[in-house]
């Protein structure tokens, strides 16, 4: 059955330490995402990757860090730097598609941070 | 930068009556356009997508319709059920030769459906 796997479900973090969120996907895709909802606020875009060996930053990346070592494995590392960690973190995956057009992403079942 | 504004944040509606929910977009090159249905606690689902050369795409009773030269588009859903109710996402993205795998999402806008 084919997906996206996050973990752990919820995740709770101590002043000055790092956490990192795992997220793993057989779907076969090429790109992959993290993305941070808070309330009211939708979906925002912190970090992304096109490729293995490759990752760009979003629009929140401060605060965070990625590695893109195998393609089904895209792990967020939220690190002390964060200042206002708590929120629900969501991975997705999709294709590069051949033309220019975006395509459908497809999500993780997320992973809900909160601070001790 | 670049941003999507929904309307309305909240939309509360009878059984089988109608549901509209619109978005605009700033970004002149998007031409990617997906809906997301998020459910309590669950990952948010694409439920229907239309790119820049489509004016209108209908799929049951959901329907989504473009209109490029004001930046808008919007979602209908008909004869809602109570199953329909859920947080929906617009979003918008640019081709990938500029800048298309960041996708830009609106707040969203929650859904009640009253039986």
């Known amino acids: 059955d084919g997906g996206i796997t996050q973990s752990p479900k919820y995740l709770f973090r101590k002043e000055g330490q790092n956490v990192t969120l795992s997220c793993e996907q057989n779907?076969?895709?090429?790109?992959m995402y993290w993305y941070r909802q808070d309330p009211g606020q939708g979906l925002r875009l912190i970090y992304y990757?096109?490729?293995?060996?490759?990752?760009q930053k979003g629009d929140i990346a401060e605060g965070y860090s990625v590695s893109r070592e195998k393609k089904e494995s895209f792990p967020l590392t939220v690190t002390s730097a964060q200042k206002n960690p708590t929120a629900f973190y969501l991975c997705?995956?999709?294709?590069?598609?051949?033309?220019?057009?975006?395509?459908?992403?497809?999500f993780g079942d997320g992973t809900r941070l909160s601070i001790l | 930068g670049e941003n999507v504004e929904q309307h309305p944040s909240t939309l509360s509606v009878q059984e089988g009556d109608s549901a509209v929910i619109k978005c605009t977009y700033s970004?002149?090159?998007?031409?990617?356009f997906p809906w997301y249905k998020q459910e309590l606690g669950k990952r948010p689902q694409l439920i229907i997508d239309?790119?820049?050369?489509?004016g209108e795409k209908k799929d049951q009773r959901i329907a989504v319709t473009l209109n490029k030269t004001a930046k808008h588009f919007s979602l209908h859903i008909t004869e809602t059920q109570p199953e329909d109710s859920a947080v929906y996402f617009c979003?918008?993205?640019?081709?990938?030769?500029?800048?298309?795998?960041?996708?830009?999402f609106g707040a969203g806008t929650r859904l009640f459906v009253k039986a």
């Open positions: 997705a995956s999709s294709i590069v598609g051949t033309g220019s057009i975006g395509q459908p992403q497809h």
């Open positions: 779907l076969n895709h090429d790109a």
């Open positions: 990757s096109q490729i293995v060996n490759d990752f």
């Open positions: 970004d002149s090159a998007s031409n990617y």
């Open positions: 239309i790119r820049s050369n489509v």
């Open positions: 979003a918008a993205s640019p081709p990938y030769s500029k800048g298309g795998f960041k996708t830009i």
